[in-house]
């Protein structure tokens, strides 16, 4: 026999849930806001590197370190989706791309990963946005939207 009592705290917790759920899920319509994933470790995302899967459609392998982010420069056209895979080789940083709702943590061990649509050519600066040491300050890269490819 459940307390009544209990049964009105169980009514207000599943309301309080079901309000956050649909929280996450209007914001991720109305605003393009996007829940990073957290997928299974692999060692093949330490390795930087940008995957060009078709014109329109990247994939950035990005690695954090005491301080620096790699590939430090990501060249793409406009229009263009990109998939973030984001990693720390040591401590715990920060991952915020300028004008995008990006908001990540780089774990040791672990794998978040995003996708970024970039309409306007520009160019985009991520920072770190963890304090994660004495060069925390100088940790940053940017996306280069419809620049010339270079390097
Ligand atoms: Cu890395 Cu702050």
Do not use: R
Not at 2 to 23: N, P
Not at 67 to 96: C, M, R
């Amino acid at each position: 026999m459940i307390d009544k009592f209990e049964k009105q705290v169980i009514t207000v917790t599943g309301i309080v849930v079901a309000l956050f759920i649909f929280s996450i899920v209007y914001a991720m319509k109305k605003y393009d806001a996007n829940v990073p994933e957290c997928l299974p470790y692999d060692k093949a995302y330490e390795e930087p590197k940008v995957n060009k899967l078709d014109e329109s459609t990247y994939q950035v392998f990005a690695v954090a370190k005491m301080w620096s982010f790699e590939p430090s420069q990501i060249y793409i056209p406009a229009g263009s989706e990109v998939d973030f895979f984001l990693t720390s080789k040591d401590v715990v940083h920060g991952f915020n791309i300028a004008d995008k709702n990006v908001n990540m943590m780089a774990v040791y061990g672990a794998i978040n990963k995003t996708t970024v649509k970039f309409e306007k050519p520009g160019v985009y600066k991520i920072v770190c946005h963890e304090y994660c040491g004495i060069g925390h300050q100088n940790m940053e890269a940017e996306v280069i939207v419809n620049y010339p490819e270079s390097k």
